[in-house]
């Protein structure tokens, strides 16, 4: 039976709302087939063969420690800042191994811990004092010998009450050692030739010789950091006016009531930290 005539003349909107739905179902298609075949939060389906035809260059720790990184940016990714990468020679050797993020154990503490590492270069809390070497701090710059700032969270803005905003968000305070040819960074770099040895040759040392390695850039390392009340106390290891606190800043950080901020949480138990 001859039908009606086909009908022509739509307006052409009707033809653009029908390719945005078109459009709409490709992409949401699209997005399943990622999720199920390439995903790394899924199934991943085919991603044996891409590994087959496509083999990449394999580093379980850097795996690890991305994975990590994805983890924890997820994590926090409600106050996430941009921040710049640093090129590889102007990185400690500690981020070949561990994250921005490298506490994760204590529940309680790690981000506040891990809020301190934007702060602070790693060694700046577990770096060992030897006997013959005594520990200074002072603002280290990757680009500048000795910055000058003003820094970070160092004073208070008179009219908001906040945090100062400063230009210099790469500074951290790291610690140096005073010897008598004067002072001496504590902190390795990654073109340090330790660092870069291990690099080359990390794909293909077995787990126990990892293991050695570790502790080749452990050796000054302490394995808990210092706890707060070294640094949150009127007799702490910061001589915060020298290094440019701010007098009602300097207060605030000194008198800060840690074990009342972590208490707040019920039931808190923190086996070593506050003896
Ligand atoms: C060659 C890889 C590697 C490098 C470089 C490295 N670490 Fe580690 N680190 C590890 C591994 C592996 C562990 C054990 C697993 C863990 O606890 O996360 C570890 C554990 C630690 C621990 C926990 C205590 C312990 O001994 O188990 C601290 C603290 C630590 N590292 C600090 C540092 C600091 C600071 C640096 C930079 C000076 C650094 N690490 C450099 C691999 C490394
Ligand atoms: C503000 C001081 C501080 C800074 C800065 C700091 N740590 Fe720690 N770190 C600690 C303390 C304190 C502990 C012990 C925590 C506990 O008792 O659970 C610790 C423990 C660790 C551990 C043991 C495992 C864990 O999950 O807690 C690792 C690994 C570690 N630190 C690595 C690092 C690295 C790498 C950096 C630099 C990116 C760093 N830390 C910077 C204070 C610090
Ligand atoms: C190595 C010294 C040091 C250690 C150890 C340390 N802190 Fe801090 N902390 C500081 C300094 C310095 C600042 C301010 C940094 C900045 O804003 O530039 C700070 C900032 C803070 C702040 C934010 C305060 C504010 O007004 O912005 C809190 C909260 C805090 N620390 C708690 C802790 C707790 C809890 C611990 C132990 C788990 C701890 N700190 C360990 C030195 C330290």
């Known amino acids: ?69 994805e983890f924890e940016v997820h994590r926090h990714f409600h106050n996430i800042i941009e921040f710049p990468k640093l090129s590889e020679n102007k990185r400690p050797v500690c981020f070949i191994c561990h994250s921005d993020y490298p506490h994760s154990k204590s529940k309680k503490v790690r981000s506040l811990l891990n809020m301190h590492t934007q702060y602070f270069a790693c060694e700046t809390c577990h770096i060992k004092e030897g006997k013959d070497a005594k520990v200074v701090y002072k603002w280290y710059n990757p680009y500048d010998e000795n910055p000058e700032g003003p820094f970070f969270g160092t004073s208070y803005d008179v009219e908001t009450g906040n945090l100062v905003a400063v230009e210099d968000i790469l500074s951290k305070i790291s610690p140096y050692f005073k010897k008598a040819g004067g002072l001496s960074s504590a902190i390795q770099m990654q073109d340090a030739p330790l660092a870069k040895d291990y690099m080359k040759v990390r794909d293909t040392l077995t787990p126990e010789q990892r293991d050695g390695v570790k502790n080749k850039f452990h050796v000054n390392i302490k394995p808990k950091g210092h706890e707060c009340n070294i640094c949150h106390s009127k007799k702490g290891i910061f001589d915060y006016n020298k290094l440019g606190f701010s007098k009602k800043r300097t207060a605030d950080l000194e008198q800060l009531n840690v074990k009342g901020l972590i208490t707040k949480y019920e039931n808190f138990y923190l086996p070593n930290l506050f003896k």
């Open 1 to 69: 039976m001859p039908g009606k005539p086909e009908r022509t003349d739509h307006p052409i909107f009707a033809y653009l709302i029908g390719l945005g739905v078109i459009m709409m179902i490709l992409v949401v298609l699209a997005g399943v087939l990622f999720h199920f075949t390439l995903s790394p939060h899924a199934p991943e389906i085919i991603t044996p063969v891409k590994a087959k035809l496509m083999p990449v260059e394999h580093s379980a720790i850097l795996e690890e420690s991305r994975k990590h990184e």
